[in-house]
Each structure stands twice: as C-alpha cells, then as structure tokens.
C-alpha cells in the first residue's frame, strides 16, 4: 500500500531559525514528489517538485531534497519568518499504465513564534 | 493568475438536506479533484473527473456525488447529508499529466462545512 509518512505532527521555532521537516514515502513506482505549503483557512500552494533524478531544489529560503534510495525527502527552512507559519504538506505521485495516483501526507503544522 | 473558486466559505446544514458545493476554475484546466480535510486525516481524494461528464471515484466517495457538465465547473453533491461529513472541502484543478514532472494542482480556499 502506497503511504506517506510526515514528520513531525506539528514543530514550533523562534522567528529567524532554520528547520526542517521530513516526508518518507513507500510508494512505487516513483514518479515525483511535491511539496504544499497551506496558510491557515487557505487551499495548497505547490512549493517544489522533485524528480527520481533530482536531489536538491530551492525555492528562496526553502530547499527541498530527495533520496531516491532510501525514499526520503525534507524541506529545510532557512531564517524563518512569521509568515512561514502554515501546514506543509508532502504529496508522492506514482505513475504507469497509463494511470497515476496521488499519495497524500497528513501535513506538518508549523507555527513560527516572534 | 491561476484562479480556483468555491462558492462559500463557510456553510451550515442540517442533518438530510442535500447539500451542493460548486467550484470553478479559470485556467482551462482537464482535470479536476475534489478533497476533504479533517484534523490529523490530512487530505484525502472523494472524486475527480479529467473530462467533462467523466467521473471517478477517490479514496472516499461514499455519500457523495459529482458533475462535471461544464469543464470550468465541478460541483460536489451531498445527496443527504450527516454529521460526519462536517469538514473542509477543497477543490483543485490540474492540466493532464505531465508524466515527467506530474501536474502542479491549484486548490481553491475551501469551503468549511458544518451539518448539524
């Protein structure tokens, strides 16, 4: 059964700390992985994507990685600011046949506090 | 600006009244979803459709229905609806696949959903 597990629940940081949080997945095959970022009372915005060849992307502060190998990704947050305060959520598409599916994590709530 | 809207923000219901939530997006996109969100669930699939008049079912379709007449407009139909579908509905919206780099989707604001 294709699962995504996010860690940890929940996480709070002091206004300009780093941080980081973590998605493992066991869904086959791979197909990509892409980070969400949810403020509070609004839908998902798309964070990054990773694919099977990528190891690290960053989007200004936030740098994603991927391995492959052991099925692992995380989202590291540099110098957090309060609007960083959201839900991240890590989705892991799987693909084939002509089909794909779309494995949703339960999301990491990060509150970043002055 | 992609733009993916739900009708409300915030709707109450009672217990077996058929409930209609609608959304419509902007950007020509084939794909649309449907989702709920509950508190430690995180998002979960009800139904999507890739064309228009075309449905599928999702993780949890039970209780729920769909239409897709138009391809800007999905709408979700509560046929009766319960107290245990109180919850956070969100809509999204997607090109088709990419099978490379997958489809970003565009999620409306969602809409909170209280059946009393």
């Known amino acids: 059964k294709n699962q995504v597990e996010q860690s940890p629940q929940s996480l709070i940081i002091l206004e300009g700390k780093n941080c980081t949080l973590q998605?493992?997945?066991?869904?086959?095959?791979?197909?990509?992985l892409r980070w969400y970022k949810q403020d509070t009372g609004r839908g998902p915005v798309s964070l990054t994507i990773?694919?099977?060849?990528?190891n690290t992307k960053s989007n200004g502060r936030y740098t994603a990685t991927l391995d492959a190998d052991t099925k692992q990704s995380s989202l590291h947050i540099t110098a957090s600011q309060l609007s960083d305060s959201a839900s991240y959520i890590c989705?892991?598409?799987?693909?084939?046949?002509?089909?794909?599916?779309?494995?949703f994590g339960k999301g990491t709530k990060l509150s970043v506090i002055p | 600006d992609v733009k993916v809207t739900q009708s409300s923000r915030y709707l109450v219901k009672r217990t077996g009244e058929k409930v209609f939530l609608e959304c419509v997006q902007d950007m020509d996109h084939e794909n649309m979803f449907w989702y709920r969100q509950d508190p430690g669930l995180g998002l979960r699939l009800i139904y999507f459709s890739y064309d228009v008049k075309m449905k599928e079912k999702g993780d949890i379709p039970e209780g729920y229905s769909v239409s897709r007449e138009k391809k800007e407009r999905f709408s979700l139909i509560l046929e009766s609806a319960s107290t245990n579908q109180t919850s956070m509905y969100l809509c999204?919206?997607?090109?088709?696949?990419?099978?490379?780099?997958?489809?970003?989707?565009?999620f409306g604001p969602g809409t909170r959903l209280t059946v009393l």
């Open positions: 999204a919206s997607s090109h088709l696949l990419d099978r490379v780099v997958g489809n970003e989707q565009f």
């Open positions: 989705v892991v598409m799987n693909s084939g046949a002509g089909s794909y599916q779309l494995t």
């Open positions: 998605c493992n997945y066991t869904v086959s095959p791979f197909s990509n």
């Open positions: 990773m694919t099977f060849s990528e």
